[in-house]
């Protein structure tokens, strides 16, 4: 074994193999006793660069590409590295572990029968309306390729802060 391998599509820049380049946010762990999310970027060096059964010497954005790097392939596998970033080290973003969202919510759920109640001896339907987002509720968030769990801190009329 050589290395290890990670699969994706390049949004801007070139890689080269020999690049030095960093993956954020990288190994991620949780503290036990506080809870606090830490994560330690990961560099390495890429080997080789492969689109379908092309070796290529660069890469440019468009398409998938394969990326041989000269890390444990422990780190790659069972596609531990969905939703990571590699990149030149220097030119990375920041690893951000609390987000502003701007939100709106839906009026009424879809695809959802409407409940029937009885009030006064009568049958009532009633409407399937969302409720607001409440401090300490579990948010599923999507970011790219990336699904985790998020905990909303505080709500304002349109905007809401979500710690990771």
């Known amino acids: 074994m ?3 391998v990670a699969g994706g599509t390049i949004l801007k820049g070139v890689l080269k193999v020999g690049d030095k380049i ?3 946010p990288g190994l991620i762990t949780r503290n036990q006793k506080t809870g606090n999310v830490q994560w330690r ?3 390495s060096q890429i080997t080789s660069l492969k689109a379908d059964d092309n070796q290529l010497m660069y890469a440019v954005p468009g398409g998938l590409i394969g990326v041989g790097m000269k890390v444990d392939p422990f780190i790659t596998r069972s596609d531990s590295l969905v939703g990571q970033i590699i990149g030149h080290p220097g030119l990375m973003p920041e690893v951000l572990s609390e987000i502003d ?3 709106f919510l839906l009026k009424r759920l879809l695809g959802v ?3 029937e109640k009885i009030v006064d001896g009568e049958k009532k339907s009633v409407n399937n ?8 509720e579990v948010l599923m968030i999507n970011v790219g390729s990336q699904s985790l769990a998020g905990t909303v801190i505080t709500v304002k ?4 802060r ?3």
């Not at 309306?129 to 300490?136: D, E, F, V, Y």
């Not at 009329?157 to 809401?160: A, D, F, H, I, N």
């Open 2 to 4: 050589k290395g290890g």
């Open 129 to 136: 309306k969302i409720a607001g987002l409440k401090p300490s």
């Open 157 to 160: 009329k349109e905007t809401v």
């Open 22 to 24: 960093s993956i954020r």
């Open 101 to 103: 969202v701007n939100y």
């Open 162 to 164: 979500i710690k990771f």
């Open 41 to 43: 970027e990961i560099e």
């Open 113 to 115: 029968k409407n409940q």
